[in-house]
Nanobody, 121 residues
Framework: QVQLVESGGGLVQPGGSLTLSCVAS????????MGWYRQAPGKQRELVAI???????NYGDSVKGRFTISRDHARNTVSLQMNSLNSDDTAVYYC???????????????WGQGTQVTVSS
């Protein structure tokens, strides 16, 4: 069984920084990509950042220049460094990965349980 476990959420003041981390564990065989989505109250889930298998990151327009994604292929982890945070960044952040497990030889989408990020003074 595959699990994505996030850590690092919390409360931060406007202009501050926060780092989220996610590890894919269990019967992971091959990872295509890893990244982050977020969902604010009353809004649809949106892409924050994705680290593709070729190493090229994709960012949502609202976070470009402020957030940086990094992936450790050996440890099956992905991190998100978030700088210059503002109230619009308040949301539940979900780790995402498209990967193949050893028990099901096909790529599937997996999600973490989510971690709350609140930007407030």
């Amino acid at each position: 069984q595959v699990q994505l476990v996030e850590s690092g959420g919390g409360l931060v003041q406007p202009g501050g920084s926060l780092t989220l981390s996610c590890v894919a564990s269990g019967t992971v065989y091959k990872i295509h990509n890893m990244g982050w989505y977020r969902q604010a109250p009353g809004k649809q889930r949106e892409l924050v950042a994705i680290a593709q298998s070729d190493g090229i990151p994709n960012y949502g327009d609202s976070v470009k220049g402020r957030f940086t994604i990094s992936r450790d292929h050996a440890r099956n982890t992905v991190s998100l460094q978030m700088n210059s945070l503002n109230s619009d960044d308040t949301a539940v952040y979900y780790c995402y990965s498209r990967l193949m497990s050893r028990t099901h030889i096909a790529f599937s989408n997996f999600w973490g349980q989510g971690t709350q990020v609140t930007v407030s003074s």
